[in-house]
């Protein structure tokens, strides 16, 4: 967030004379002549700040989201620039909607680029949107509430059989994915430390056994989900890296997979194709759910207050039953420790399983 000269007061370099305020419009505009008859300045002025008026402003980029990317395509990025009351509405991954225009911004070589200017920022996932969405509701959806809290146990089924529903089976596997999704208790103890209450899952098993599927389905339900693939990330794109700013030049923090889905749920997919380096940059981000960054001159302590959902393959492809779950996947010790729960997934040669499952695709 950065201040805006809105109105500007100068004062003449020459004679004192004061002006009154200039508007601004994208760029630093002076006076045209200085309001003394007997000075005619013209480019000699002082900016006053006291009498200026300032507003804030933040320059935020928008990525199309994943499902109306056009096919072959790469997502497409937008500056925005929101100004006032609309600042910090929406967060580093949020799926936001913005009102406003498109305008041409003046380059400092002279030239243009094309930016969203914003009036109105709504971003989904914030913290009062229960709240909105109970508000919103009518009074035969307020009962049909009700009746579902007072069928008991009944709801907790219903919920299951909710999760991933075009997955057949697995029942055990979503009761874990749900229990993930509502999420546990965070605590903090008398000394101040902070104790996780988010729930990390990993999901071990063959083959064409819808590990991919519940990992998709969840990235598409949470507001705040990141899908990514542990072969085609990088330390730096799991957490945070520091880059250039191209208009001050000073080193920026740029959020990583694990900060957009503060608040959220992280699915890595092809966990165990990950290098080690990189499981290894996790390890904080799974236990103290935080990111500490120190480069550049740049020393942070960033929140990564997410739970990790992952999908891994055995060694060797199939899934050894004569031998342990530690022996089975190609994680070390310490990541495996991070996981509150295990899930293996089987595919067996059972011909009432697959009919039982061609005819759920099917139907």
Same mark, same amino acid.
């Given at each position: ?15 004192? %004379? ?5 508007? $601004? ?14 000075? $005619? ?21 928008? $990525? ?5 990317? #056009? ?20 967060? #580093? ?14 380059? #400092? ?87 996780? *209450? ?7 098993? &063959? ?12 990235? *598409? ?17 799991? %957490? ?31 966990? &165990? ?5 990189? $499981? ?53 010790? #310490?990541?495996?420790?991070?996981? &509150? ?5 089987? &595919? ?16």
């Amino acid at each position: 967030v950065r201040p805006e000269l809105i109105a500007g007061a100068f004062r003449c370099a020459e004679c004192g %004379t004061e002006s009154g305020a200039v508007a $601004q419009q994208f760029r630093f505009t002076e006076p045209a002549v200085c309001e003394n008859s007997v000075c $005619q300045n013209r480019t000699a002025w002082t900016l006053d700040v006291a009498r200026s008026e300032f507003a804030d402003w933040q320059r935020v980029r928008v $990525q199309e989201n994943a499902a109306e990317i #056009p096919a072959g395509s790469m997502p497409r990025t937008l500056d925005v620039i929101v100004r006032g009351a609309a600042v910090e509405r929406a967060k #580093p991954g949020d799926r936001a909607r913005f009102t406003g225009s498109l305008v041409a911004l003046p380059e #400092p070589d002279g030239g243009h680029r094309l930016a969203f200017l914003a009036c109105h920022a709504d971003a989904d996932g914030r913290d009062d949107e229960g709240d909105a969405f109970l508000a919103g509701l009518t009074r035969d959806e307020r009962e049909e509430l009700a009746a579902m809290a007072a069928g008991g146990a009944d709801v907790y089924a219903r919920l299951v059989a909710s999760v991933a529903p075009t997955v057949f089976g697995h029942d055990e596997l979503k009761r874990g994915v749900l229990l993930q999704l509502l999420g546990g208790v965070h605590k903090r103890t008398r000394e101040g430390m902070r104790l996780r *209450g988010d729930i990390n899952v990993c999901i071990v098993g &063959d083959p064409s056994t819808s590990k991919s599927q519940l990992l998709k389905y969840v990235a *598409g339900f949470l507001p705040r989900a990141v899908f990514t693939s542990g072969k085609a990330s990088s330390a730096a794109g799991l %957490t945070a890296s520091v880059v250039r700013d191209d208009e001050t030049g000073d080193f920026t923090i740029e959020a990583g997979a694990l900060m957009l889905a503060d608040h959220g749920v992280c699915c890595i997919d092809e966990f &165990d194709k990950m290098d080690l380096k990189d $499981q290894v940059a996790i390890h904080e981000a799974m236990e103290q759910q935080t990111i500490t960054i120190a480069k550049a001159g740049i020393h942070a302590t960033l929140n990564a207050r997410t739970a990790i959902l992952a999908a891994a393959n055995p060694v060797g492809g199939r899934y050894d039953r004569r031998l342990t779950l530690r022996q089975n996947v190609a994680m070390s010790p #310490p990541i495996m420790s991070r996981f &509150d729960l295990f899930f293996v997934v089987l &595919d067996d040669a059972n011909d009432t399983t697959d009919y039982n499952t061609a005819r759920h695709i099917v139907a």
